[in-house]
């Protein structure tokens, strides 16, 4: 891996992040809530759920990009990437935040009690419209989704 190589792969991860709050927010809760809206239902925590197609479709453009490039060029670096944001995603999201896998896990680092945070504020809201938290890797301050949430919902 090469210093460029490894920039590729931090820019990977930055536009992912952007990437994914949008896609989440116009997407998903967009023309793609009939796979999304299983996420946003009570279920048990080991099944699967309709919004784990995403993660397919994900997951075979990746392979798609491994496919295509060769590891001198930009876009294995680029395929590279959002493998690992996937990685991050299915660790933090499913693992730690939904427990879909048995792990006694409770981090102490604040960045990550802000994410678990944020991501159950996403989660206050059952409808698709008047969400608040799309990204993921980054949160925005609680106080401030707080009041965003208020602020869409017109409630206490
Ligand atoms: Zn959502
Ligand atoms: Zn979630």
């Known amino acids: 891996m090469s210093l460029t190589h490894l920039l590729l792969v931090i820019a990977t991860l930055l536009v992912m992040e952007f990437a994914v709050a949008l896609f989440h927010r116009h997407v998903m809760h967009g023309f793609g809530w009939a796979w999304h809206a299983s996420h946003h239902e009570p279920r048990k925590a080991s099944a699967w759920e309709r919004n784990d197609l995403y993660a397919v479709v994900f997951t075979a453009a990746a392979i798609a990009l491994f496919a295509l490039g060769d ?30 896998l048995p ?21 206050a809201v059952k409808t698709r419209e008047n969400g608040v938290s799309f990204g993921f890797l980054y949160a925005p301050p609680v106080e401030q989704l707080r009041a965003e949430l208020r602020r869409r919902n017109g409630q206490a």
């Open 71 to 100: 590891p001198n060029g930009p876009v294995w670096w680029i395929a590279f990437g959002i493998t690992l944001y996937g990685l991050l995603y299915g660790l933090l999201h499913d693992v730690l935040i939904h427990r879909r």
């Open 103 to 123: 792990l006694a896990w409770k981090p102490r680092n604040r960045y990550l009690q802000r994410l678990i945070a944020a991501h159950h504020m996403h989660h």
